[in-house]
């Protein structure tokens, strides 16, 4: 079992950044795979970023590639979204999720209900 907790949040201008953190407690980040999603209003949660846990290989839905990046600190417990040119089609409440898959990463990475631990989620908004 793991809990998730994110913080990191808030309200910045458009091209600005943000830093969003996930502390897990309970196991270590590096024994997961460890995913980024967001949940606009009125949309359905959507894959942000997601990190390998057995050699940290990283994947990033196309409207974030080249402005995220995900990174651990296993010493820490902590996964990051480090979230750089941020426009306000990025405003959303953003969820970190640990999934026990070891199998496919590179294929189901973006799949919600490979999944198994969620966070309560941090709000983002981008002013334009």
């Known amino acids: 079992q793991v809990q998730l907790v994110e913080s990191g949040g808030g309200l910045v201008q458009a091209g600005g950044s943000l830093r969003l953190s996930c502390a897990a407690s309970?196991?270590?980040?590096?024994?997961?795979?460890m995913g980024w999603f967001r949940q606009a209003p009125g949309k359905e949660r959507e894959f942000v970023a997601a990190?390998?846990?057995?050699?940290?290989?990283?994947y990033y839905a196309d409207s974030v590639k080249g402005r995220f990046t995900i990174s651990r600190d296993n010493a820490k417990n902590t996964v990051y979204l480090q979230m750089n040119s941020l426009k306000p089609e990025d405003t959303a409440v953003y969820s970190c999720?640990?999934?026990?898959?070891?199998?496919?990463?590179?294929?189901?990475?973006?799949?919600?209900?490979?999944?198994?631990?969620w966070g309560q989620g941090t709000q983002v908004t981008v002013s334009s």
């Open positions: 999720a640990a999934g026990r898959f070891t199998y496919g990463v590179s294929l189901y990475y973006y799949r919600q209900d490979m999944y198994d631990y």
């Open positions: 309970g196991r270590t980040v590096s024994s997961y795979n």
């Open positions: 990190i390998k846990w057995s050699d940290a290989s990283t």
